[in-house]
């Protein structure tokens, strides 16, 4: 497994624009995209995406990891498999999470 290049900051809708800001406006960041309830920065070698989550009542960050067998890899880390959190479209891999919640998108890396 290695690091994928994205993190997701899941916000709650009242908190979306102000963080938004804070990354652009404070931080200095330069948007990369931008998609309706999404705006993701450059962060380095990865991109930041700040996710307008309407039903969600607190910020939860998601991450993202790399392996060339997604499932080998999920059995190896005995992670439960969390394919419900949000669909995955021409993605082979599955969202799990670690002990303490914290989502992960465990994926092939897609090359080209």
């Known amino acids: 497994m290695e690091p994928g ?3 997701a900051i899941k916000v709650p ?5 102000d963080t938004v800001s804070f990354y652009r406006d404070k931080v200095g960041l330069s948007v ?9 920065f450059n962060f380095g070698s990865i991109t930041l995406w700040i996710d307008r989550v ?11 990891l790399f392996d060339e067998n997604p499932d080998a890899a999920l059995a190896s880390l005995g992670s439960p498999k969390r394919d419900e959190l949000e669909p995955l479209t021409n993605v082979t891999g ?6 303490a919640g914290t989502v992960i998108l465990l994926r092939q890396e897609q090359m080209g």
């Open 13 to 17: 809708l009242h908190q979306w624009e």
């Open 54 to 64: 309407p039903q969600q009542s607190q910020t939860d960050v998601w991450i993202e």
């Open 94 to 99: 599955h969202w799990t999470s670690d002990p």
């Open 32 to 40: 990369a995209r931008e998609l309706d309830n999404s705006t993701g």
């Open 5 to 7: 290049k994205n993190i």
